[in-house]
């Protein structure tokens, strides 16, 4: 057990969850946005701690342990971490929250944030799979928290049942890994992969690529999405997301290089697929919860745009780096995406619309808050990738690296679709600036999401005009141990 | 009782796991299915530690984490199924199709 100290954050994180779901106890249920102060507060603690091994330049070694902590692995935490106070930020806000049992929402949220800083920093299958299924877990219940809710209910079960399904079938793989190599180790796999290595590779791959949401497993997400408390979703979008997709890349491209496992053609595929079926069943849907979930698992194609080129043999860094800073992006263009739709939503309900998640909710917002349709239109075009802002750089980075590793025609599908895509994005603008409202009453922000927001729309600007240090930032981080 | 005995029955568990989480109507029933996937995994875990790795025991012991996590899933899932249950008076899936589109 080498270099135990570079575990501090996840140690720190982990039990200052166990100790927010004890506090549930005492703290009386008026007083339960205390704990919500305390989750974010934690959170940004870690976050700190984080900075400080990346400061210290202490070894990021993983060699005979589970875990490997370098640049890479750090990176993704900390958006991991940024994601969750954002996310705790719109719970603040989020009226359908019982303030009863906010010491088990917190918590729960904090341990899945936990087990996604194991995930992205596992080297061991074993590891990987008990940080997944950490996630997994709270992440169900966090979906079915509103218990009155069927809707809640009902999307947290079908989440549990499409979860728990794949992730037995990858425990099988890992079996199955095992009985190949002897161990549940990635690091130093010397065989030459069999039949049995082949098929246990792909089980996990499916288990790994159903949290990510990639298109033969994305079942789940707009169901899941719609049922799920609005912070939740914000955060279910994102985080899982990013953490999953750096695992792929962990595995598939850094530890099992393509001289060893050429799965790209697969890997293209999916890429395709995921893109494709994103953005096309995006199209049809009337209930804004819905369209970003399937915008969701779109953009999780075009991460997987980035893994391909980085698999790709003779494969240059910048794959890596694209689906780095696209995570980055990623981050600030959903959750404020996620932050306007609640702060209408929840007027919308409150003037007892029948669906406050429809697209007639957001009928005039223009009209009635124009500073929020502003901030939701310059989230979608990000999404859609149109510049100048952040998600066009991020795009632009993904598809240079896939045509300088000969996948001209992944990158000219990726094309096609962020110009489909547009159509979807902009039917929701459409409705904010050219539809009659049904009030005129502007939409109050409270200030947690007015900050939340705040943050974000400065990511999606900032980093769209002036890159460069982001740019930067993320070649520092494509270091990854072996 | 050879390693190739042992797989045999390992894949027919995760067959017949898969064949039931598919087919089944009945929420409780997909557990189940679900639960034999694990344990095939078990299976063959213990297995290729006894013939094929018999140095150490991490088959072994990743089949106890196996039947952990299984059971921590598992709880979750009947939480799930009581919540629904209260709500709606069923547990089939067919009759959960307030969200679609």
Request: proline share 4%; charged share 10%.
């Given at each position: 057990?080498?270099?135990?100290?570079?575990?501090?954050?996840?140690?720190?994180?982990?039990?200052?969850?166990?100790?927010?779901?004890?506090?549930?106890?005492?703290?009386?249920?008026?007083h339960?946005?205390?704990?919500?102060?305390?989750?974010?507060?934690?959170?940004?603690?870690?976050?700190?701690?984080?900075?400080?091994?990346?400061?210290?330049?202490?070894?990021?070694?993983?060699?005979?342990?589970?875990?490997?902590?370098?640049?890479?692995?750090?990176?993704?935490?900390?958006?991991?971490?940024?994601?969750?106070?954002?996310?705790?930020?719109?719970?603040?806000?989020?009226?359908?929250?019982p303030?009863?049992?906010?010491?088990?929402?917190?918590?729960?949220?904090?341990?899945?944030?936990?087990?996604?800083?194991?995930?992205?920093?596992?080297?061991?299958?074993?590891?990987?799979?008990?940080?997944?299924?950490?996630?997994?877990?709270?992440?169900?219940?966090?979906t079915?928290?509103?218990?009155?809710?069927?809707?809640?209910?009902?999307?947290?079960?079908?989440?549990?049942?499409?979860?728990?399904?794949?992730?037995?079938?990858?425990?099988?793989?890992?079996?199955?890994?095992?009985?190949?190599?002897?161990?549940?180790?990635?690091?130093?796999?010397?065989?030459?992969?069999?039949?049995?290595?082949?098929?246990?590779?792909?089980?996990?791959?499916?288990?790994?690529?159903?949290?990510?949401?990639?298109?033969?497993?994305?079942?789940?997400?707009?169901?899941?999405?719609e049922?799920?408390?609005?912070?939740?979703?914000?955060?279910?979008?994102?985080?899982?997301?990013?953490?999953?997709?750096?695992?792929?890349?962990?595995?598939?491209?850094?530890?099992?290089?393509?001289?060893?496992?050429?799965?790209t053609s697969?890997?293209?595929?999916?890429?395709?697929?995921?893109?494709?079926?994103?953005?096309?069943?995006?199209?049809?849907?009337?209930?804004?919860?819905?369209?970003?979930?399937?915008?969701?698992?779109?953009q999780?194609?075009?991460?997987?745009?980035?893994?391909?080129?980085?698999?790709?043999?003779?494969?240059?860094?910048?794959?890596?780096?694209?689906?780095?800073?696209?995570?980055?992006?990623?981050?600030?263009?959903?959750?404020?995406?996620?932050?306007?739709?609640?702060?209408?939503?929840?007027?919308?309900?409150?003037?007892?619309?029948?669906?406050?998640?429809?697209?007639?909710?957001?009928?005039?917002?223009?009209?009635?808050?124009?500073?929020?349709?502003?901030?939701?239109?310059?989230?979608?075009?990000?999404?859609?990738?149109?510049?100048?802002?952040?998600?066009?750089?991020?795009?632009?980075?993904?598809?240079?690296?896939?045509?300088?590793?000969?996948?001209?025609?992944?990158?000219?599908?990726?094309?096609?679709?962020?110009?489909?895509?547009?159509?979807?994005?902009?039917?929701?603008?459409?409705?904010?600036?050219?539809?009659?409202?049904?009030?005129?009453?502007?939409i109050?922000?409270?200030?947690?999401?007015?900050?939340?927001?705040?943050?974000?729309?400065?990511?999606?600007?900032?980093?769209?005009?002036?890159?460069e240090?982001?740019?930067?930032?993320?070649?520092?981080?494509?270091?990854?141990?072996? | 009782?050879?390693?190739?005995?042992?797989?045999?029955?390992?894949?027919i568990?995760?067959?017949?796991?898969?064949?039931?989480?598919?087919?089944?109507?009945?929420?409780?029933?997909?557990?189940?299915s679900?639960e034999?996937?694990?344990?095939?995994?078990?299976?063959n875990?213990?297995?290729?530690?006894?013939?094929?790795?018999?140095?150490?025991?991490?088959?072994?012991?990743?089949?106890?984490?196996?039947?952990?996590?299984?059971?921590?899933?598992?709880?979750?899932?009947?939480?799930?199924?009581?919540?629904?249950?209260?709500?709606?008076?069923?547990?089939?899936?067919e009759?959960?199709?307030?969200?679609?589109?």
């Amino acid at each position: 057990m080498e270099h135990l100290n570079l575990l501090y954050p996840e140690f720190a994180l982990g039990s200052l969850a166990l100790g927010l779901l004890v506090s549930d106890l005492f703290v009386a249920p008026k007083h339960g946005r205390l704990l919500y102060h305390l989750a974010w507060i934690i959170s940004i603690v870690t976050l700190c701690l984080i900075g400080f091994t990346i400061s210290d330049g202490a070894h990021f070694q993983g060699v005979g342990t589970l875990w490997a902590v370098d640049p890479f692995s750090q990176f993704f935490k900390m958006l991991i971490l940024l994601t969750t106070v954002l996310s705790l930020l719109m719970g603040l806000e989020y009226r359908e929250l019982p303030s009863k049992h906010a010491g088990i929402f917190t918590s729960l949220l904090l341990m899945a944030s936990a087990g996604m800083m194991f995930l992205v920093s596992s080297t061991d299958l074993l590891l990987t799979f008990i940080a997944l299924e950490l996630i997994s877990i709270s992440s169900f219940i966090l979906t079915g928290f509103e218990r009155r809710n069927p809707k809640s209910n009902e999307g947290a079960l079908k989440y549990f049942l499409f979860g728990a399904f794949s992730s037995a079938i990858m425990a099988y793989g890992i079996s199955l890994f095992y009985g190949a190599t002897g161990s549940t180790r990635l690091l130093n796999v010397t065989q030459a992969p069999g039949p049995l290595m082949i098929l246990g590779l792909l089980f996990i791959l499916l288990g790994l690529g159903f949290k990510a949401s990639i298109a033969p497993m994305h079942f789940w997400v707009p169901d899941a999405y719609e049922g799920a408390p609005t912070p939740v979703t914000a955060y279910l979008s994102v985080a899982p997301k990013i953490a999953t997709i750096a695992a792929l890349m962990r595995i598939f491209t850094l530890m099992l290089p393509a001289s060893m496992l050429d799965l790209t053609s697969l890997f293209t595929l999916l890429a395709a697929l995921t893109m494709t079926i994103g953005n096309f069943t995006a199209m049809f849907q009337t209930n804004v919860k819905r369209l970003l979930a399937y915008s969701s698992v779109a953009q999780a194609g075009y991460m997987l745009i980035g893994l391909v080129a980085a698999g790709t043999s003779g494969g240059d860094v910048r794959g890596i780096e694209g689906v780095l800073l696209y995570s980055f992006i990623y981050v600030a263009m959903n959750i404020g995406a996620f932050v306007v739709v609640q702060a209408v939503a929840t007027e919308a309900a409150a003037a007892g619309a029948k669906d406050p998640y429809g697209l007639e909710a957001f009928n005039g917002l223009a009209r009635r808050s124009f500073g929020l349709a502003l901030a939701l239109t310059f989230c979608l075009l990000s999404l859609a990738g149109i510049p100048p802002l952040a998600g066009f750089i991020g795009k632009l980075y993904i598809f240079e690296s896939a045509v300088k590793t000969g996948h001209i025609g992944l990158a000219v599908v990726g094309l096609v679709n962020s110009v489909v895509s547009v159509y979807f994005y902009m039917r929701i603008a459409y409705h904010m600036f050219f539809k009659q409202a049904d009030s005129a009453e502007p939409i109050a922000l409270g200030p947690y999401l007015y900050g939340g927001l705040a943050v974000a729309i400065a990511g999606v600007i900032i980093f769209g005009i002036y890159p460069e240090p982001l740019i930067a930032s993320v070649q520092s981080s494509a270091g990854f141990l072996p | 009782m050879t390693l190739t005995h042992y797989l045999t029955l390992g894949a027919i568990v995760f067959l017949i796991g898969i064949f039931g989480a598919l087919t089944r109507r009945n929420i409780i029933g997909i557990l189940m299915s679900i639960e034999l996937i694990f344990n095939a995994a078990n299976i063959n875990l213990a297995a290729f530690n006894r013939f094929l790795h018999p140095q150490g025991v991490a088959g072994q012991a990743v089949a106890l984490f196996f039947i952990t996590i299984a059971a921590a899933e598992v709880v979750v899932g009947l939480a799930l199924v009581l919540a629904i249950y209260r709500n709606t008076d069923t547990v089939y899936v067919e009759d959960f199709s307030l969200l679609k589109g």
